[in-house]
C-alpha cells in the first residue's frame, strides 16, 4: 500500500513537472513515511520518504541550487536524504528536525498572529 501511495504521489509530481520548478520559495520536503505524512505533516509540504528521496527530486525537477528545508520524525531521515542529496550536487539544504517540533512553532507562531 505504500509503494503504491509513493508511486501515485511522484506520478501525480511529475505531470506537474515537466519544466525544472523555478521561483525563490523554500521547498518543504516530508522524508517521513507515506504512512507518517498521512497522519499529518506542514502545509505544503511534499512528501517523498528518505530512500527514495534524490528520484523523488529529479522527477520534480528542483534547480540543484534551490532552497530546501527537509524535516522527518527527528531529524536523522532528514540528515541521511541531506547526504543522498548533496552527492547528486544539491546545495542548498536544511535539516529541520522533526515534524512534532516544527508543528508546535507553527503553532506558537500562529498563536503570535
Known amino acids: 500500500m505504500r ?8 506520478l501525480l509530481l511529475s505531470s506537474c513537472a515537466s519544466k525544472p520548478i523555478q521561483t525563490t520559495q523554500t521547498v518543504w520536503l516530508d522524508v517521513r513515511s507515506a504512512e507518517e505524512f ?6 505544503g509540504a511534499i512528501n517523498i520518504p528518505h530512500t527514495e528521496v534524490v528520484k523523488g527530486l529529479e522527477t520534480l525537477k528542483l534547480d540543484k541550487n534551490r532552497d530546501i528545508a527537509l524535516y522527518c520524525g527527528s531529524g536523522r531521515r532528514a540528515g541521511i536524504a541531506i547526504e543522498a542529496l548533496q552527492q547528486q550536487g544539491y546545495t542548498n539544504l536544511t535539516n529541520q528536525g522533526g515534524y512534532e517540533s516544527l508543528k508546535q512553532k507553527q503553532l506558537s507562531a500562529d498563536e503570535r498572529q
Not at 509503494?3 to 511522484?10: G, Q
Not at 498521512?38 to 502545509?43: N, R
Open 3 to 10: 509503494i503504491i501511495f509513493v508511486l501515485l504521489t511522484l
Open 38 to 43: 498521512a497522519a499529518g505533516h506542514l502545509p
